[in-house]
């Protein structure tokens, strides 16, 4: 006797045929949304689409990331000897003179790897450009569904790793940020424009890191009971609080980062002067 709930023998083949399929509800219609419904993945992709646009342009311009005490977050940290005058130590050894394209190349492997298989990117993207689905109760034009287990979905896997990589740019960042408060003349003490520029877009940055759903499981992941790690239950519902603006979080920053490198380029190719409070 059957419940008509039990799966289909290992054997038999599964139907296919995506929301179309002969065991879906037959439905005429693409969908029964009466609203707008179009605009918030047509608004995304325009989003993401002017952030590829641009960050490509400055990834390949190869000049004016550079304007004392200043430096571009597409560039930092850079690793190969052209920028050696950006720095006082020797932070072009690593490549050295045979890295013939631009420095930025190197550097935005990570963090964007990191936002490529971020957990709300793959939904903006997924619907912004893939259509899969394009809206909630909009079928997608797609047949078939393979979710992430092949290539080069799969790679999406990565994110974890990647996490590790983008907590090593926003501590170079950091850095960056802190040698944004001091004049190569003066010292210490110099505050501009661009400081605290530099500070909001660090703070985005790792509010946005931290609020990583793998950050979450890391901190809090794998703990039959908080009740014994009060530490990491109180960090763990800390990045929870982060993690519910993981949306905000993730356009805020990629807003900031990409202002923050304009800003310098503004400085360096000499429209402005950076303003100085003190």
């Given amino acids: 006797m059957t419940t008509g709930t039990e799966e289909p023998p290992a054997t038999e083949p599964r139907p296919r045929g995506g929301v179309r399929g002969s065991t879906r ?3 005429a219609a693409r969908h029964l949304r009466t609203d707008r419904w ?5 608004g995304t992709a325009a989003g993401l689409l002017a952030f590829v646009v641009y960050s490509t342009w400055r990834a390949f311009a190869d000049t004016h990331y550079y304007a004392a005490p200043y430096v571009s977050p597409f560039y930092s940290p850079c690793l190969a ?5 950006m720095h006082a130590g020797p932070n072009g ?3 050295g003179s045979w ?3 631009s420095p930025a190349i190197i550097i935005l492997i990570f963090p964007l790897g990191f936002r490529l298989t971020c957990y709300y990117y793959r ?11 394009p809206a909630c109760a909009v079928a997608e034009p797609h047949a078939t569904y393979t979710g992430e287990t092949r290539f080069p979905l799969i ?3 990565l994110h974890r790793y990647f996490f590790y990589a983008a907590l090593l740019v926003a501590a170079v960042l950091t850095y960056d940020t ?3 408060f001091r004049d190569e003349h003066y010292g210490w003490g110099h505050m501009g424009l661009g400081s605290l520029v530099f500070l909001a877009n660090i703070a985005l940055i790792w509010a946005y890191t931290l609020s990583c759903h793998s950050c979450r499981h890391i901190v809090g992941g794998k703990l039959r009971h908080f009740s014994k790690h009060p530490v990491r239950y109180r960090a763990w519902r800390f990045v929870g609080r982060l993690n519910a603006r993981h949306m905000q979080l993730a356009w805020a920053s990629l807003v900031s980062v990409a202002l923050a490198d304009f800003y310098v380029y503004l400085l360096a190719s000499g429209v402005f002067d950076d303003p100085r409070f003190f």
């Fill in 25 to 27: 509800a037959a439905i």
């Fill in 155 to 157: 790679l999406q896997n």
């Fill in 178 to 180: 802190v040698l944004a």
């Fill in 38 to 42: 179009w605009l918030a993945p047509a």
């Fill in 93 to 95: 050894d690593l490549f």
């Fill in 123 to 133: 939904k903006a993207y997924y619907r912004g450009f893939w259509a899969s689905p």
């Fill in 81 to 85: 000897e052209r920028c050696r005058p």
């Fill in 99 to 101: 890295w013939g394209i």
